[in-house]
């Protein structure tokens, strides 16, 4: 049985998917399975995968497009290794990627899924500036969470056991992944790697792009039952506003002045729910706070100005988390991952 079983659901990504593939079939640790679940696609997607006459692949194929959840709970279920690893249709692995991320998993036996940073290509799959560097410890994803995904899909590597307690629901043709983190973080730890072991591709066609309605519809109903969870009941107004918070360009009113005495003010009242629930650990939801204020104000800086944006930032009590120790520690991971991948770049 192979140790691991890499899933690749695609649905007609033709011009991608070998990308993709090889990407797994190089990677540095060779016990794995690469199952590509092929989501009824009307192109060659399923083809180019099979033309690379490896034995570790699998094709499954759905009769019809079923859409992403059920394409993700079938290579679930047909996955045979105790770990799984995913991997979008468009985007690549980098070499390490499996070794680093099973040798996490193994010295770690309370971790269910661990996660890594991110590097960015474009459609022609050119290296682009920037990293995505999510949060990295437990508690820190968790406060994370409540404002906007902690993860890289395409870089989790799990537990096969524990992931399939917690299949991906029909509810969430979109957004179904920050759905799955909310409910196995409840209940299990998670990490984040300070490495960047796959890149991002970006294009018109990704589904962030193609379905913004829905997705903010459903970010609307995950981040209303996060804030119930914290105990704080809001209206459907503070909703969209909190989830603006996370996803600046899902706007529902504009980042002036006004929003942002508002956002200072809901931090405030976040803090205070949390204390009552203990849903989150204190000083990892004051970071969280610090990161989204930080980013209202620099959203707020094309409407208000920099100059005032920046004293407002400031002058906020969220920005004080920012000095504290876990903060400090945020900030230095987060700069020595972003220095690492400039260099190696």
Known sequence: MPQVSVIIPVYNRAGTIGAAVRSVLSQTHRDLELLVVDDGSTDDSAAIAERFGDAR?????????????QARNAGLAAARAEYVAWLDSDDVARPTRIEEQLAYLMAHP???????????MGIEGRGRLGVRVPPLEHEDIVAWLLFRSAFQNSAITGRTAIL?????????????????????????????????????????????HERVGDMHALKLVLFAKQLSRLGLQASP????????????????????????????????????????????????????????????????????????????????????????ARGQ????????????????G
């Open 164 to 208: 399939r307690r917690y299949p991906y629901g029909s509810d969430f043709p979109v957004c179904e992944d920050v759905d799955q983190f909310q409910r196995i973080t409840a209940d299990h730890r998670t990490a984040n790697l300070p490495s960047v072991l796959i890149d991002r591709r970006l294009h018109k066609g990704q589904t962030i």
């Open 237 to 324: 107004d503070e909703v969209a506003r909190h989830v603006q918070l996370g996803y600046p360009k899902m706007s529902v009113v504009a980042a002036d002045a006004g929003y942002l005495r508002w956002a200072e003010e809901w931090f405030g009242r976040l803090r205070c729910a949390n204390q009552r629930s203990g849903m989150v650990d204190e000083q990892a939801l004051r970071l969280a706070s610090a990161v989204f204020w930080a980013r209202a104000c620099k959203e707020a800086g094309h409407v208000i100005g920099w100059s005032r944006a920046g004293q407002m930032f400031l002058a906020g009590e969220p920005a004080r988390a920012l000095g504290a």
């Open 57 to 69: 692949v699998r094709i499954i194929r759905l009769e019809r497009n079923c859409g992403i959840p």
């Open 110 to 120: 309370d971790v269910a899924f661990v996660g890594a940073c991110a590097g960015k």
């Open 329 to 344: 520690r945020w900030l230095r991971s987060s700069s020595w991952v972003r220095a690492r991948s400039a260099l190696a």
